[in-house]
Each structure stands twice: as structure tokens, then as C-alpha cells.
């Protein structure tokens, strides 16, 4: 065990260290990650003063504490690793991760979470100035502000895993983007982020909450609005946990697969 | 030809009747065969590697030689695990390599020429201390051998440049030493020297060669540059189309398809008519080049010297590659 915490620690390093040698990238990318939620908030908040002041059960307000809070909740569960392992596997570099004796999911992992730790505070400091400057407040109550952290790590977790076997698809087809886009415009409807879920009619709420979709992004941040009941947010964490059982199943098989479709074919 | 496979007794490699059909799909030209091909495509089965074996003593140095698409890099693959075979069976380290057991893929490794491993945009020194985590080198095996490929390769301050400033010879010296920062006892190199100068190809030659005696490493090699193969590989092992056309010690492969040798006779120009002394394969400034079946050479060697006014007189074995060439043509024993 103490080998991967080495691995996580060093793939760390490794990350800090590629980071700094993209400074200039890295910000450019950061302002993209808080532009999107801030075109949303806008948008939404000029519907609802022009609705009198809400739309649904939302009041300009909350509109901007929703959209603050996604910023950071998209921050901490996305991933790239769609177009990098499309890379990958056309470039061959799998080649060399598969003569690793370590399954190449740690480094991803530990990339992935090693990049976040990096760029979160600089993102806690935007969300706050963003909060002060649009007047967002929140007001969870204590058990949501404890469950607020298992709900974000199960929401990274199963969101990377989810996404890192749909990103196996590479191995069957050279052509990723259409699978990487088509997952896209469903995550940008069905997890709650080009408008609240509640907003949305039922069966498109139905839907979102029968799939992964909401589990990833919505729900974590009706958690932090403290919009949700104790049975409420408990039910969430379960159904996390069942799509994270669910999704390492998935890695697992489509890997396998994978795998064997790799080393018949070769890169 | 006679093939000498030597019975080893424990061999670090063992491969018997590999097999590996790759299933091609035919794309055809114009826009109604498009059409049909969209429908159903034309599936071709081509055999890559076609009924190998062979057996790899530890500590031996067995040069692996084929022309482009003769089946090296495939197997290459298969012994180091990233490739399953159609069929046939393959022994490295007692371990089944497709199966790909950490405790296998410690022991091994596998550079290929063409495709890196360090991290582009830093300096090669962090893929290291990645391996080191990812392979669990204990830190002072760490460092002892790090200030041996230190000093064989002479890395010295390349460690600490971003690797995108290396050189294309720089980067190979760490690309080999990331590969075997976990000293493993088996080692694959597909072509280590591509594309690197003379004297960097000499000095990764010389290295291999060190490593392999130090360490008393397991090495298959595939190299177009036959300097590589004859300063380092006492056997070679030769595949065509699949096939298994030699295997044997190179000296004893040059004997046998070396039919003739080159005579090269300096006159004062080139009127003189040579052709009755052998082929004349060239002739410039008075530099004749001639071709003579091997028994005759001392006969044709004597002739011209009491014939010709020769101002300097030099017999020589063809070059090797010219050999081996010979060795495609004839497809086989």
C-alpha cells in the first residue's frame, strides 16, 4: 500500500512540476473554467430579475450561489482524460504504459487529483470574489456542511472512472470526438449545468436522476445550497456509492476488452 | 542450410512456433467500393510472424535481423508482453509475458526507437523518480545505479533539462536509462540507434555491451545498422516474411553466404580491360573494384600483380549488409 501512496505523492511532483513549465496555458485554461458558469449565471439571473425577481424556486440570488458553487463542484470532478487517452492509444504510447508493472489508472488518478490541488485555491479565492461580487450566500446546515466532502469525492471518483472507460473507446475506434461530444451534451443537459435540474420538466429530471448524470454534478451542489432534506442527501450518497461500484465494474470489463482488442491489433 | 539451434539448458528465452495473424481489412479504391465497404468490408489475414523458435541463453547478446515488415518488432511485442500470439508459446524469465505479471514486468524491458517514454515538457530526471516509484526501486539501488548510467552515458547535466531541449541522441541516452533504471535481466531493444549519429550510435553500442557484462543482462536487438550487429552480437538471428531464415553465430553466416570477395586495384586510370580478371563492379580515377568467387582470389590477386602496373592492391570481404541481403534473396535455406 505504501507503494502507491509513494506513486500518488511522486505523480504529484511530476504534475506540479509539468504545470509550472505551462503557466501561461494554465491560466488561460482557468479563465475558461470560470468563464462558462459566469455566462450561465448572467443569463440566468437576467431571466429571473426580468420574471420579478425568480424563476421556479430560484431567486436571482440563488442563481449565482448555484453557479458559484458549480464552478467549484465542475472543478473538482472533471476530467481530460477522454482526448488524452485518445492520444495515447493513436500516438502508441500505451505501449510504454502497459510495460509499467502498475495499472495505468493510478497515474490518472493521481494526476488528475494532483492538478486539482493545484489549481484549487486559486478557484476557492474566484469563487469568493465572484460570491461578494454578486451577493451569493448559502446557508447549509451542519450535517450537509460534514457530507459535503463524500458526496465531492464520490462524485470525482465516480465521474473519472465513468469517464475514463467511455475514453476506452479508443481502442475500437480512432474517432473518440463523436462518443466525447455526444457524452458532453448529455452531461451539459442531465448533471445540472446549463440550468438547475429543478428547473428542467419532469421526465428530463426522471432521466438525469435514473442515470449517473446528476449524481456528478447536481447533487453535490443542492448539497452545498442546502437545498436537500437529511433522507434526501442520504439517498444521494447511496445511489453515488451504487454508480461507483458500477462504474469500477465498468473499468474493469472495458479495460479487459480493451486490452485484448490492443494486443491482438497492436499500435 | 544447416540451422544450429545449441540446447540451452535454462534459457532466458524461449519461443516455440509463435504465430501471430494480424486481420487486415481491405480498403478499396473509388467511391462505389467505399460504398460497399461500408457494408461490408474485404478481411485479409496476414501472418506477421509465421512459426518461429528459438532459445536466448542468459547474458547472451542475439542480434534480431529482418528486412522492414519481416515480423521483428511483432515479436519483439510478444516477448515483452504487449502483444498476445495466435499461437505458439513463449517462455521469458519462466513467466508467460501476455499475461503481463508485475513480477514479470519488473525484470524486463523494452526500448523502442521510435516511441518515448520521458515526459516531454520536464526534465527527464522526474520520469525517473517515477519509475523508481512505479518499479519500487529501494532508494540506494536508486542512486547506485543512477550514478552508473550517469557516468556510462554520460548524462550528466541532461537530467535537468526539460527533455524537449535534448538533443535527438541526448533524449535516446535517457530514454535507455529510464528503461532500465529497474536493471532488468531481459532486455529488448527495436532499434536503439535510429536516426543518431555515428558517434552517439558508438557510444550507445559500447553501453548496451556494459550493461549486458555487468549485469549480465539477456539482450535482443533489432538494428538496421549492421555496425551495431557485429560489434555486439556474436549470434544473430534472422526472420523474413515471418520465417526463420538463420539463426547461428554471424561469423559462420558471413562464411557461408559469402560466395565471393571484393578486389580493390589501383592504377593510373581506367582503360585498362579488368573484365577478364573478375567482375568489375566500378571503376574511378583508376580505382578498379572487382568481384572474384572466393576460391579464386589469391589466383586473380597474383595475375594482376604481374600483369598491371598496380599501385596499391586491397582484398576485401563484402560488406555485411551485402550478405544479409543475400540471405533475404534466397528465401530460405
Request: proline share 5%; glycine share 6%; hydrophobic share 50%.
Amino acid at each position: 500500500m505504501t507503494g502507491f501512496v509513494r506513486l500518488y505523492v511522486q505523480q504529484f511532483r511530476t504534475t506540479l512540476a509539468t504545470m509550472f513549465q505551462y503557466r501561461a496555458s494554465l491560466f488561460i485554461w482557468m479563465i475558461g473554467q470560470v468563464l462558462e458558469p459566469v455566462v450561465y449565471l448572467v443569463v440566468w439571473s437576467t431571466v429571473s430579475r426580468n420574471q420579478g425577481g425568480s424563476v421556479g424556486s430560484f431567486s436571482t440570488t440563488e442563481f449565482a450561489s448555484y453557479y458559484i458553487v458549480l464552478m467549484l463542484v465542475n472543478q473538482v470532478t472533471y476530467t481530460w482524460i477522454m482526448y488524452e487517452m485518445e492520444y495515447r492509444i493513436r500516438q502508441g504510447m500505451l505501449s510504454i504504459a502497459l510495460l509499467k508493472p502498475v495499472h495505468p489508472i493510478h497515474s490518472d488518478i493521481a494526476d488528475n487529483v494532483s492538478s486539482k490541488l493545484i489549481t484549487l485555491p486559486v478557484m476557492l479565492v474566484i469563487a469568493a470574489g465572484l460570491g461578494l461580487f454578486f451577493r451569493a450566500a448559502i446557508a447549509p446546515p451542519l450535517w450537509a456542511i460534514l457530507l459535503v466532502l463524500p458526496a465531492l469525492f464520490l462524485a470525482f471518483l465516480v465521474r473519472f472512472l465513468l469517464e475514463w472507460a467511455l475514453a476506452q473507446a479508443a481502442f475500437w475506434t480512432t474517432r473518440v470526438g463523436a462518443i466525447n461530444q455526444l457524452y458532453f451534451v448529455l452531461m451539459l443537459f442531465l448533471s445540472g449545468q446549463i440550468a438547475p435540474l429543478a428547473l428542467l420538466p419532469g421526465p428530463v429530471q426522471a432521466l438525469a436522476t435514473a442515470l449517473p448524470f446528476r449524481w456528478l454534478v447536481g447533487f453535490p451542489i443542492e448539497l452545498i445550497l442546502g437545498r436537500l432534506t437529511l433522507g434526501e442527501a442520504l439517498i444521494g450518497l447511496g445511489a453515488q456509492a451504487g454508480w461507483l461500484v458500477a462504474s469500477l465494474l465498468l473499468v474493469r470489463v472495458i479495460w479487459r476488452a480493451g486490452l485484448r482488442v490492443y494486443s491482438a491489433v497492436g499500435a | 542450410m544447416p540451422v544450429s539451434i545449441v540446447p540451452i539448458a535454462s534459457p532466458s528465452i524461449h519461443v516455440r512456433d509463435l504465430r501471430k495473424v494480424y486481420v487486415v481489412s481491405q480498403m478499396e479504391a473509388g467511391a462505389s467500393a467505399a460504398l460497399r465497404g461500408l457494408l461490408r468490408r474485404r478481411k485479409t489475414e496476414v501472418a506477421a510472424v509465421d512459426g518461429i523458435s528459438f532459445a536466448i541463453a542468459p547474458g547472451e547478446i542475439v542480434g534480431f535481423l529482418g528486412p522492414n515488415g519481416a515480423g521483428k518488432t511483432t515479436t519483439l511485442k510478444m516477448l515483452s508482453g504487449l502483444l498476445h500470439p495466435t499461437s505458439g508459446e513463449v517462455d521469458v524469465l519462466g513467466f508467460v509475458p501476455w499475461q503481463r505479471q508485475p513480477a514479470f514486468l519488473r525484470q524486463v524491458t523494452l526500448v523502442m526507437g521510435q516511441r518515448n517514454q520521458l515526459i516531454w515538457d520536464i526534465p527527464a530526471v522526474h520520469t525517473f523518480e517515477l519509475n523508481r516509484v512505479i518499479y519500487r526501486i529501494p532508494l540506494e539501488d536508486y542512486r547506485r545505479t543512477m550514478s552508473e548510467l550517469t557516468e556510462l552515458l554520460d548524462l550528466g547535466t541532461l537530467l535537468n533539462k526539460p527533455v524537449r531541449n535534448l538533443s535527438l541522441g541526448e533524449r535516446m541516452k535517457c530514454e535507455i536509462a529510464a528503461a532500465l533504471l529497474h536493471r532488468p535481466q531481459v532486455v529488448f531493444l527495436d532499434e536503439p540507434t535510429i536516426g543518431l549519429d555515428v558517434t552517439m550510435q558508438r557510444r550507445i553500442r559500447a553501453f548496451i555491451a556494459e550493461y549486458n557484462r555487468r549485469f549480465a543482462a539477456t539482450v535482443l536487438l533489432t538494428s538496421h545498422y549492421m555496425a551495431d550487429v557485429e560489434s555486439l552480437c556474436r549470434r544473430v538471428v534472422i526472420i523474413h516474411r515471418g520465417h526463420l531464415l538463420y539463426d547461428g553465430e554471424l561469423a559462420s553466416l558471413l562464411q557461408q553466404f559469402t560466395s565471393h570477395k571484393t578486389i580493390v586495384v589501383q592504377l593510373g586510370d581506367c582503360t585498362a580491360d579488368m573484365n577478364k580478371y573478375g567482375e568489375v563492379v566500378s571503376c574511378e580515377d583508376g580505382r578498379f573494384v572487382l568481384r572474384v568467387p572466393k576460391a579464386e582470389t589469391a589466383r586473380v590477386t597474383e595475375r594482376v600483380l604481374a600483369d598491371l602496373p598496380v599501385i596499391d592492391l586491397l582484398v576485401e570481404d563484402p560488406p555485411i549488409e551485402e550478405v544479409i541481403e543475400r540471405v533475404f534473396a534466397q528465401e530460405g535455406p
